[in-house]
């Protein structure tokens, strides 16, 4: 129903941005990010919108960019996910990084958005990898990248033991991806730990 809010910020919060828009003032739940990027009183904005109707509220959902409202409805897509578990997704990572992990299937990435269990984690990667391929992403080579390495053995094992040295699945997949998949394991990891420290 509504695409979009166009006005001056009048009021935010971490999890809101109240944008005036002529004589009505819309408030907007939001991500973290959002927020941090409409923290100027007077500011004029434009948030993406997604309006959500529900028996007891109607709430509007407001975000910096398209590629974070393509993230929150893709995320609210999956079923046990509602609106404040998504924000809290995308309070604490980038759209990109979410989609990152998701292709990596590192859900311990995901568990440390608050409200977000393993079992849950599990379940937004198993719903949603083969539909992030659709989202216009500005990591979509990344996303490329990181499916090409799980689909290789002696790449999967160097991000297998990066990943043992404490590294998350997504940013070891990244490092692995950008090496020559004909070289050893041994040699992959180092390489890939070398990239990794810079």
Same mark, same amino acid.
């Given at each position: 129903?509504?695409? /979009?809010?166009? =006005?001056?910020?009048?009021?935010? /919060?971490?999890?809101?941005?109240?944008?005036?828009?002529?004589?009505?003032?819309?408030?907007?739940?939001?991500?973290?990010?959002?927020?941090?990027?409409?923290?100027?009183? =007077?500011?004029?904005?434009?948030?993406?919108?997604?309006?959500?109707?529900?028996?007891?509220?109607?709430?509007?959902?407001?975000?910096?960019?398209?590629?974070?409202?393509?993230?929150?409805?893709?995320?609210?897509?999956?079923?046990g996910v509602g609106a404040k578990m998504a924000l809290s997704l995308?309070?604490?990572?980038?759209?990109? %990084?979410?989609?990152?992990?998701?292709?990596?299937?590192?859900?311990?990435?995901?568990?440390?958005?608050?409200?977000?269990?393993?079992?849950?984690?599990?379940?937004?990667?198993?719903?949603?990898?083969? %539909?992030?391929?659709?989202?216009?992403?500005?990591?979509?080579?990344?996303?490329?990248?990181? /499916?090409?390495?799980?689909?290789?053995?002696?790449?999967?094992?160097?991000?297998?033991?990066?990943?043992?040295?404490?590294y998350g699945q997504s940013e070891a997949s990244i490092a692995v991806?950008?090496?020559?998949?004909?070289?050893?394991?041994?040699?992959?990891?180092?390489?890939?730990?070398?990239?990794?420290? %810079?």
């Amino acid at each position: 129903m509504f695409y /979009s809010v166009s =006005g001056h910020v009048v009021d935010y /919060s971490t999890n809101f941005v109240a944008v005036d828009s002529g004589s009505v003032a819309f408030l907007c739940f939001t991500s973290m990010q959002t927020a941090a990027k409409c923290s100027i009183i =007077g500011e004029k904005v434009t948030l993406y919108t997604y309006l959500n109707v529900r028996e007891d509220a109607i709430e509007l959902y407001g975000f910096y960019d398209k590629e974070e409202l393509d993230c929150f409805k893709m995320l609210i897509g999956v079923s046990g996910v509602g609106a404040k578990m998504a924000l809290s997704l995308l309070s604490e990572y980038t759209a990109d %990084k979410i989609i990152l992990s998701i292709a990596a299937g590192d859900h311990k990435a995901l568990t440390k958005a608050s409200g977000i269990g393993a079992k849950l984690a599990q379940r937004i990667i198993l719903e949603l990898k083969d %539909k992030i391929g659709s989202l216009s992403v500005s990591s979509s080579e990344n996303v490329a990248a990181v /499916s090409s390495v799980s689909q290789n053995s002696v790449t999967a094992e160097a991000v297998a033991a990066l990943v043992m040295l404490g590294y998350g699945q997504s940013e070891a997949s990244i490092a692995v991806s950008g090496l020559d998949p004909s070289l050893s394991v041994e040699e992959l990891i180092k390489q890939a730990l070398k990239l990794l420290s %810079k």
